[in-house]
């Protein structure tokens, strides 16, 4: 599956999840799912949290990756040793 079909699977739409980014015919914030992925959740421990597809979880990678492209988060200095 190409970058393209995989942001296929994300909805934005004002009148769900506040018009959170979210997987296509759920109320799964994409945000949540790469928060747990960032705190050591593996993809199947996700995927059976929330009854979901492993292409739903490689989306939200996809989705966050793009994201990346355009903005960037302010990341604190290195703390002195």
């Not at 995927?47 to 490689?58: A, K, Q």
């Amino acid at each position: 599956m190409n970058r393209d079909e995989l942001l296929d699977r994300i909805s934005i739409d004002p009148n769900v999840c506040f018009g959170r980014a979210c997987i296509r015919e759920h109320r799964i914030w994409v945000s949540l799912v790469l928060d747990f992925l960032a705190c050591g959740l593996s993809v199947k421990e996700v995927m059976d949290e929330y009854g979901i597809e492993e292409t739903d979880v490689l989306a939200c990678i996809a989705y966050g990756a793009e994201m990346a492209r355009f903005a960037d988060l302010p990341v604190p200095p290195d703390r002195p040793s």
